[in-house]
C-alpha cells in the first residue's frame, strides 16, 4: 500500500504543466523558465529540483492563486519580489 505526499504531487502537476509549454532553446533539460517581479517580470533559469523545496512551493502555491500556471511566454510567474527570490535560489544552490 503507497501514499503519495501531496507537495511532491503538486510538483509533478506543476512540472506536468510547465513541460506541455513551448520550449525555448535556451533553457538547458531539467531547468524551468520562471518569471518573477511585482511589476517588472525578470525571467530566471531554475533546476526542476527546487520545484521539491518547501519554500519553492510555497511560492508556487502563490502564483497558482494569483495567476494559474499559463503564461504567455511559456514559464511560471512567481509573485514575489527578485530581492526575495533570490535570497531563496542562493539558499537552495548553498544545500
Known amino acids: 500500500m503507497g501514499f503519495r505526499l501531496p507537495r511532491v504531487v503538486d510538483a509533478k502537476k506543476i512540472l506536468r504543466k510547465v513541460v506541455s509549454a513551448p520550449v525555448s532553446a535556451d533553457v538547458p533539460k531539467g531547468h524551468v523558465a520562471v518569471y518573477v517581479g511585482e511589476t517588472e517580470r525578470k525571467r530566471f533559469i531554475v533546476p526542476v529540483l527546487y520545484l521539491n523545496h518547501p519554500r ?9 492563486e494569483e495567476f494559474g ?14 530581492e526575495i527570490f533570490i535570497n531563496l535560489i542562493c539558499s537552495l544552490r548553498s544545500l
Do not use: D, K, R
Request: proline share 9%; charged share 15%; hydrophobic share 35%.
Open 56 to 64: 519553492f512551493q510555497s511560492l508556487l502555491s502563490q502564483a497558482e
Open 69 to 82: 500556471f499559463e503564461h504567455p511566454m511559456g514559464g511560471l510567474t512567481i509573485p514575489c519580489t527578485e
